[in-house]
């Protein structure tokens, strides 16, 4: 998953950059400077769309990425940062931390979900857990859990007003699509699964505003065959190591989180929505819960409402895509 929030004014608490080392205290962009952004992210690799959703701030003129945390999802948190730091290296983007976060789920543990899939039914992909899986149908999400986030607002409750907001790539309310993943459990989504009660308090947190980019319109992105063989015409440093690395033709969940971030006309259709997840043990534990404006239940309580992506311009967000991957690097090693 693509966590991307922009720094505002004021001081981001000292007990954050003690215990988690990953905020920094910034003034806000102005029109002619690029925009801040902090990119929490799973980082499966290498290539791959993980590491790919990184590249499209990486490659990006328009945005400074402060840093970048990882979180354990596609695959287990240490793991993760090995192929970022060689990802960033391989670019020449070694002037752009890499801070590990949280390795495990705040409360969902491997016992619980090996229970679960006795109990209700294996699902489709199982991320760090990837022997509870069917391998023969697993497929690799571009999503990741919200724990490192939570964990920040848990130290510091106003930590999320004093971003300029939160873009998040996760959830998942009624798929149109015949891919049985979601078709058959249209509310499932990995990265709210994986660690349902993070997802939980991220909603409830007081951002200036909540952009998610769901499942319903991700699935409506693909990484065709010609978008490869375009990037990897390049003679780029980022796009020799997609060529290299990156041969999966999947969904651009988090790519697309990431441009219509850049480039808002991406999106051309949103729903305001009460969004949360259902935190309760059963077989629904995990899955998004939305409600329209006008029927939000009293007992939500500090629920906040979603801009939730709905649809968008394919071909602007495809053009976007293959321009960053083929571009060269924004900032070289040896201008640090």
Known sequence: MVKLWSINSGLVRAGIWALLCWWAAMSPASAQTKRLVIADQDGSGPGGSNQMAMMVLLQSAQAEVL??????????????????????????????????????????TEREAKVEAQLYGKISWYGAWGDL???????????????????????DPEFAELTQGIVIMGGSMNPQTNDP????????????????????????????????????????????KAMLEEISA???????????????????WDELAAAAWLDPKIITAEKLLYVDVDVTRGPAYGDTLTWSVDARPAALGEVKPVHVQTDLVLTRFGRMFVELMKAAPQRGDAAR
Do not use: C
Not at 102 to 108: E, I, K, S, T, Y
Not at 134 to 154: C, D, E, V
Not at 198 to 207: E, K, M, P, S
Not at 234 to 252: C, D, F, V
């Open 234 to 252: 390049s003679k780029q440093p980022g796009a020799e190591y997609i060529a290299k690395n990156t041969h999966e033709l999947y969904y651009l």
């Open 181 to 224: 993943e979601f078709a058959d459990s249209p509310r499932h989504e990995f990265n709210f699964w994986f660690d349902p009660e993070a997802a939980h308090i991220v909603l409830r947190a007081n951002w200036p505003r909540v952009d998610l980019t769901t499942v319903d319109i991700s699935i409506k992105t693909k990484f065709t």
């Open 133 to 155: 899986a069917a391998k023969t149908s697993a497929q690799p999400y571009a999503a990741g859990p919200l724990t490192n986030i939570a964990l920040a607002i848990s130290i």
């Open 67 to 108: 840093g970048i945390t990882m979180v354990s999802g596609n695959a287990w948190e240490p793991e993760e940062v090995q192929h970022t730091l060689r990802m960033l290296e391989l670019i020449h983007r070694t002037d752009v931390p890499v801070v590990p976060g949280a390795v495990f789920p705040l409360v969902r």
